[in-house]
């Protein structure tokens, strides 16, 4: 059974302040997503990671994946307020379309 | 271009009632999704379309049940609602043959039963 976990699931921060949230999943899977959530809203799409070593960046925001060690990891550089929001991830299991989310971390960046 | 809308964006059901949750995709996408959100989980696949046609059980499919109308609408239906099945639903759709599978959600439904 494919599982996916995040690690901080709480996440207060300074402003300017560098972190990194993990997602490690427990499974073989051909893609991983991020996305975040705005309180009340839905959720947009940030990255896909597709292969083994792939790093994408948008902004303050950096997400690598390492198939091997099953990791992903969201970097965030220099944290401004506006970043505050849930983040997920989410892997999907080979050959399905079957996309299993991890529980979130809630980022709180302070001022 | 709306993406993807759904609707009702709120209601309260009673326990026992019926009621069918709207979603259309504007974006020709094939494939589809309901997903539940409860508070602080992430968010869980109730059933899924791969193409017109078809569909198929994620996690947590008991007590609904779903529709492919066509290319542009998946419903989700909750035949007799339970307190459990409140929660915040949220409509997917993707295209696997361009943007490797990314997912563009619709603004959630609100359930509460009471």
């Known amino acids: 059974e494919l599982k996916v976990e995040q690690n901080p699931l709480f996440l207060s921060m300074q402003e300017g302040k560098n972190y990194t949230i993990y997602c490690n999943y427990s499974t073989t899977s051909d893609r991983l997503y991020w996305y975040r959530q705005d309180p009340g809203k839905s959720l947009e799409s940030l990255f896909v990671?597709?292969?083994?070593?792939a790093v994408k960046q948008e902004g303050r925001l950096m997400a690598s994946l390492d198939t091997k060690a099953r990791l992903s990891t969201l970097h965030i550089t220099a944290a401004v307020h506006d970043l505050s929001a849930t983040y997920f991830c989410a892997v999907v299991r080979g050959g399905t379309y079957k996309y299993i989310f991890g529980t979130g971390t809630r980022l709180k960046v302070l001022a | 271009n709306a993406g993807v809308t759904q609707t009702p964006k709120f209601q309260v059901l009673k326990t026992g009632q019926s009621m069918t949750l709207q979603c259309a995709q504007d974006m020709n996408h094939n494939s589809m999704y309901w997903y539940r959100q409860d508070p602080g989980m992430g968010l869980r696949l109730i059933y899924y379309?791969?193409?017109?046609?078809?569909?198929d059980k994620g996690e947590v499919p008991n007590g609904y049940n779903v529709s492919r109308l066509n290319k542009r609408e998946f419903s989700l239906r909750l035949e007799s609602a339970a307190p459990s099945q409140t929660s915040v639903y949220f409509c997917a759709s993707s295209e696997p043959a361009r943007n490797y599978y990314e997912q563009y959600f619709g603004p959630g439904t609100r359930l509460t039963v009471t």
């Open positions: 379309s791969a193409s017109e046609g078809t569909t």
């Open positions: 990671l597709l292969s083994n070593g």
